[in-house]
T-cell receptor, first 115, second 116 residues
Framework: AQKVTQAQTEISVVEKEDVTLDCVYE???????LFWYKQPPSGELVFLIR??????QNEISGRYSWNFQKSTSSFNFTITASQVVDSAVYFC????????????FGSGTKLNVKP | ETGVTQTPRHLVMGMTNKKSLKCEQH?????MYWYKQSAKKPLELMFV???????ENNSVPSRFSPECPNSSHLFLHLHTLQPEDSALYLC???????????????FGSGTQLSVL
């Protein structure tokens, strides 16, 4: 069965610190998709990134970077030089290859960035 | 208006009330979803509609009844709820391409439901 685990329930950092959010997943599929979403206080989950399981290249987008390691079934998310606006709940998700409509989410990590 | 819109933003209801949550998407998508978000739990998929046909029903109690009259609108009808049903109910949409390549979810801001 598919499962996503985000072991960190809540993290607090001071502005400008780097922070890594962990995501570990379980799947028997060889092809799958991984996602990160951000949920600010307004409630709407905002898409950040999608990664195909065949593409193990790490990705950087501004202060955000993602480390995909198939060997450890992890897809970690790092924010460099965190800012107060990064405060949100971050969700990791896994999607089946064939069940297009089935997204499996973790329980989320709440990030508090203090000034 | 763009994106996915949910109304109301907040709802307080008694256990004997009947209410409905509304979701509207302006993205031209053909799949719509209801998710339940409870504190410290994974997002729970409740229902999925693709081309107005229900394709997923995740063992949700019958006191939750979805309705999808067209590809832009999705409702969740509520009746005789329990206090443990209090949660944030999120609507989402996606473009079901049939290949899965570009599938991703676009979410609304949710309805915060409190059942007294």
């Amino acid at each position: 069965a598919q499962k996503v685990t985000q072991a960190q329930t809540e993290i607090s950092v001071v502005e400008k610190e780097d922070v890594t959010l962990d995501c570990v997943y379980e799947t028997r599929d060889t092809t799958y998709y991984l996602f990160w979403y951000k949920q600010p206080p307004s409630g709407e989950l905002v898409f950040l990134i999608r990664r195909n399981s065949f593409d193990e290249q790490n990705e950087i987008s501004g202060r955000y970077s993602w480390n995909f390691q198939k060997s450890t079934s992890s897809f970690n998310f790092t924010i460099t030089a965190s800012q107060v606006v990064d405060s949100a709940v971050y969700f990791c998700a896994l999607r089946d290859l064939y069940n297009f409509n089935k997204f499996y989410f973790g329980s989320g990590t709440k990030l508090n960035v203090k000034p | 208006e763009t994106g996915v819109t949910q109304t109301p933003r907040h709802l307080v209801m008694g256990m004997t009330n009947k209410k409905s949550l509304k979701c509207e998407q302006h993205l031209g998508h053909n799949a719509m979803y209801w998710y339940k978000q409870s504190a410290k739990k994974p997002l729970e998929l409740m229902f999925v509609y693709s081309l107005e046909e229900r394709v997923e029903n995740n063992s949700v109690p019958s006191r939750f009844s979805p309705e999808c009259p067209n590809s832009s609108h999705l409702f969740l009808h509520l009746h005789t709820l329990q206090p443990e049903d209090s949660a944030l109910y999120l609507c989402a949409s996606s473009q079901d391409t049939g290949t899965g390549e570009d599938e991703k979810l676009f979410f609304g801001s949710g309805t915060q439901l409190s059942v007294l």
